[in-house]
Nanobody
Framework: QVQVVESGGGLVQPGGSLTLSCAAT????????MGWYRQAPSKERELVAL???????NYADSVKGRFTISRDNAKNTVYLQMNSLKPEDTAVYYC????????WGQGTQVTVSS
């Protein structure tokens, strides 16, 4: 069994920054992928960014150049540094780890508003 716990959400003004953290614990062996999705009200969940245990990253076009994903393999922890935040970044952000299957965190709210 694998547990995923996010932290770091909150309220931030447009143009501001926020860092999300996510730790996965449990039966995690070998290579894996961790990442973030987000879901805004009345919208489908969308991929924000992912990173493999080998360090390969992928970003949604809407966040390229503003968000940076990184990870600490020893701690099975992934971070999402979000800069130049926009109101359209407002959503619940969900962390996941893919080990045989995808395990999700409970989500953390990010609100960008003045």
């Amino acid at each position: 069994q694998v547990q995923v716990v996010e932290s770091g959400g909150g309220l931030v003004q447009p143009g501001g920054s926020l860092t999300l953290s996510c730790a996965a614990t449990g039966s995690i062996f070998g290579t894996n992928t961790m990442g973030w999705y987000r879901q805004a009200p009345s919208k489908e969940r969308e991929l924000v960014a992912l990173i493999t245990s080998g360090g390969i990253t992928n970003y949604a076009d809407s966040v390229k150049g503003r968000f940076t994903i990184s990870r600490d393999n020893a701690k099975n922890t992934v971070y999402l540094q979000m800069n130049s935040l926009k109101p359209e970044d407002t959503a619940v952000y969900y962390c996941y780890i893919y080990v045989v299957r995808r395990y999700w965190g409970q989500g953390t709210q990010v609100t960008v508003s003045s």
